[in-house]
């Protein structure tokens, strides 16, 4: 049953070293704030899970907490490259990283199977494509009833889920609208969850399109306004494009993006 604390202490009492982690969202409600609490308290060896990993992970990577990135896609949203990614995957700076690559369709299979507690998930996305040769979890299963060769990926089941949505209400359950991802999914995938949420409220009033994640189903809710700048959340806020423009140089050079990490986020 969810409980409302502070940031520090839910990162604090539920992201461990070694961890699985999954942040997602999907164009806006990134948890960005809940990243750079990961950061700060300086956790090493994640195994970082996310269907679009963007300049949060870039961060995480470049700070030195990933040992491992499962995902469908990387870059920065309609800019480029994520340049501490790449580093950390062609010199091993600052350390190296272990990928995991998946379709889109496979990773959210891959969530909804955990969250329904079955072994793998089945899906014909893969056919055609060179990603098993790459993946070692990526496997052909014959269908028993037509004989057709399809493909089973493993669920997905993190020990933490993280995700950001509008507002709580006092007893913990979350509301979240807009553009939706695979937050649901990945929430009930986990063995922990964390939410952060632009504030609480004393009733959850209906809006078009929301989703409700029961207090009953998560860990941790903190309030953090604003938690998924630069990207947005809807109804709150709007994504600070000049932000994603300006990562793209900033990243580029490490001694450049450790002096602003330093002074952004560390402090």
Request: aromatic letters at 8%; glycine letters at 10%; proline letters at 6%.
């Amino acid at each position: 049953m969810a409980v409302i604390v502070p940031l520090h202490q839910a990162v604090a009492e539920l992201i461990h070293d070694g961890d699985t982690v999954a942040m997602e969202g999907f164009t806006h409600l990134i948890p960005f704030g809940a990243g750079h609490e990961i950061i700060r308290q300086r956790r090493r060896g994640l195994t970082l899970v996310r269907m679009t990993p963007d300049v949060i992970y870039d961060q995480l990577i470049g700070m030195g907490c990933a040992r491992r990135l499962v995902f469908s896609w990387g870059g920065n949203p309609g800019v480029g490259s994520l340049h501490r990614f790449r580093d950390a995957v062609e010199n091993g700076w600052p350390a190296p990283l272990e990928l995991e690559e998946h379709s889109h369709a496979g990773m959210a299979n891959r969530y909804v199977a955990g969250a329904s507690g079955l072994p793998f998930a089945v899906l014909r996305g893969y056919t055609g494509t060179d990603l098993a040769t790459q993946t070692g979890n990526i496997k052909p299963i014959t269908c028993p009833f037509t004989g057709e060769v399809l493909t089973a990926v493993p669920a997905l089941r993190p020990d933490v889920a993280v995700v950001h949505a509008q507002r709580a209400d006092r007893a913990g359950n979350v509301q979240l609208w807009g553009i939706i991802g695979v937050q649901k999914e990945a929430v009930l995938a986990a063995e922990r969850s964390l939410v952060t949420v632009e504030e609480v409220v004393d009733e959850l009033d209906p809006r078009p399109g929301a989703i409700v994640l029961p207090a009953w189903a998560l860990s941790m809710v903190s309030v953090l306004p604003d938690g998924s700048h630069p990207s947005y959340t809807h109804g709150y806020s709007v994504r600070d494009n000049d932000f994603y423009l300006a990562w793209d140089a900033i990243s580029r050079d490490r001694q450049r993006f450790t002096d602003w990490m330093e002074e952004h986020v560390m402090r």
